[in-house]
């Protein structure tokens, strides 16, 4: 069992950053593909970075990349999400997620942070 706690979200100015936290619990963090998500009202979630336990292999979709940053700190169980030029369209709910590399789908997620970018 993982459980997976989200914070930093809050508002910002177009073109501002945040880094969002998502602490970990459980002694096999080290073991788990973490990605985050986000989904704005009416639309469907979407994953926005995803990182493997090396560190060394990351995800991004091309609306996000090169402004988001995913990381990860195993001593502290916390992987991170630096997001930098944000747009007002990245307004959404961003959740951290958690899944061993044999499984196909995410099991463990976060409750989620809210992160309003205003024009």
């Known amino acids: 069992q993982v459980q997976l706690v989200e914070s930093g979200g809050g508002l910002v100015q177009a073109g501002g950053s945040l880094r969002l936290s998502c602490a970990a619990s459980?002694?096999?963090?080290?073991?788990?593909?973490m990605g985050w998500f986000r989904q704005a009202p009416g639309k469907e979630r979407e994953s926005v970075a995803a990182?493997?336990?090396?560190?060394?292999?990351?995800y991004y979709p091309d609306s996000v990349k090169g402004r988001f940053t995913i990381s990860r700190d195993n001593a502290k169980n916390t992987v991170y999400l630096q997001m930098d030029s944000l747009k007002p369209e990245d307004t959404a709910v961003y959740y951290c997620?958690?899944?061993?590399?044999?499984?196909?789908?995410?099991?463990?997620w976060g409750q989620g942070t809210q992160v309003t970018v205003s024009s």
């Open positions: 990182l493997r336990p090396s560190g060394l292999t990351t």
């Open positions: 997620a958690a899944r061993t590399d044999s499984s196909r789908t995410y099991d463990y």
């Open positions: 459980g002694r096999t963090f080290k073991n788990y593909i």
